[in-house]
C-alpha cells in the first residue's frame, strides 16, 4: 500500500495524473468510478484535462460503485445523475459505456447483470475510492464479508446520516443501496482511495494501521497488491 499525504487540490492533480497514464497507455481502459464529496475536485481537475486536450475517454468504459435502492437516473440525489453531472456530460466518454448500478426493480438481478457486464468488460483496470467514517468503501458497511459482490445493502444510521446533508432531511434518504461488494473491488487491477478532512482521519488509521478486519471494510486493502492512499494532512492526522 502507497500512502501519499499533500493539499487537496495537488491530490485532485495527481489522482487526475493517474487517468491521464492509464488511458494513454489503454485508451479502452475500464474505469472503477465513485460518487460522494470526495472525488469532486478529481472529476473537475479531469474535466480541466480534458479541455485542455490532454485526455480522452472516447474508447473508454466505466462502472460506478454504487446507487441509493429508490431513486431512479432522472433523481438529483441518484449516483446516476451525480455522475451524469459532473463528469460523464462534461467528457467524451460514450454515454452507453457508462453503468451506474441499477437502484429500480429487482434489485438482485440488476446486481448480477452488474457483474456480468464488469466480467464481459474484462474487469476494471483502476478503481476510485472514497472512504466512510465508518470505513466502508463503496457501500459495504462494516461486516460485509470479504467475499461479496454487487449486492442490495440496508444502509446503517452512521452512512444516512452522513449523507443526509445532501437530503432535504433524515426520512428522505433511502434506505437501502446497491453497491459493487467488497470482493469486486479487491478484483480491480489497481486501485486509488481518497479521504480528505479530519472526519476520515480515524477511518484511515484503522484502514492502514489496524489489523484486516471486517468491521473496517477499508482495512481489507492492505490485501491488494497496488493500491495508493491520497490523503490530506487532516486525513493523516492519526497515522
Ligand atoms: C460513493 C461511495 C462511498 C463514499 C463515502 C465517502 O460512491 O461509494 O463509499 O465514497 O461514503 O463519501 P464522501 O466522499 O461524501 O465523504
Known amino acids: 500500500m502507497k500512502i501519499i499525504v499533500d493539499t487537496p487540490e495537488n491530490i485532485a492533480k495527481m489522482a487526475a495524473e493517474r487517468y491521464v497514464t492509464l488511458l494513454n497507455k489503454k485508451p479502452d481502459a475500464v474505469l472503477g ?8 475536485g478529481l472529476y473537475g481537475e479531469i474535466v480541466k484535462l480534458y479541455n485542455e486536450g490532454k485526455i480522452s475517454f472516447a474508447e473508454a468504459k466505466s462502472f460506478n460503485l454504487d446507487e441509493y435502492v429508490g431513486l431512479d437516473g432522472t433523481h438529483d440525489q441518484s449516483y446516476r445523475y451525480f455522475m451524469n453531472e459532473n463528469l460523464f456530460s462534461k467528457v467524451d466518454i460514450n454515454p452507453d459505456e457508462t453503468h451506474v448500478p441499477g437502484g429500480k426493480g429487482d434489485i438482485a438481478e440488476n446486481a448480477k447483470k452488474y ?21 466502508h468503501i463503496g457501500f459495504n458497511e462494516p461486516g460485509t464479508p470479504l467475499a461479496s459482490v454487487t449486492h442490495e445493502i440496508e444502509l446503517t444510521a452512521n452512512t444516512r446520516e452522513a449523507n443526509a446533508r445532501f437530503f432535504a432531511s433524515i426520512d428522505d434518504v433511502p434506505t437501502h443501496a446497491i453497491s459493487m461488494g467488497i470482493k469486486s473491488v479487491m478484483n480491480a487491477k489497481s486501485i486509488i482511495l481518497i479521504a480528505l478532512g479530519k472526519n476520515k482521519a480515524e477511518a484511515v488509521a484503522k484502514s492502514v494501521k489496524g489489523e484486516v478486519d471486517v468491521m473496517v471494510p477499508a482495512s481489507v486493502l492492505q490485501l491488494h497488491p497496488d493500491v495508493t492512499f491520497y490523503l490530506d494532512a487532516e486525513a493523516a492526522s492519526l497515522l
Request: proline share 3%; net charge negative.
Open 33 to 40: 468510478l465513485a460518487t460522494g464529496s470526495t472525488p469532486l
Open 115 to 135: 457483474e456480468e457486464m464488469i466480467a464481459a468488460a474484462g474487469g476494471i483496470d483502476m478503481q476510485l475510492l472514497g472512504l466512510g467514517q465508518n470505513g
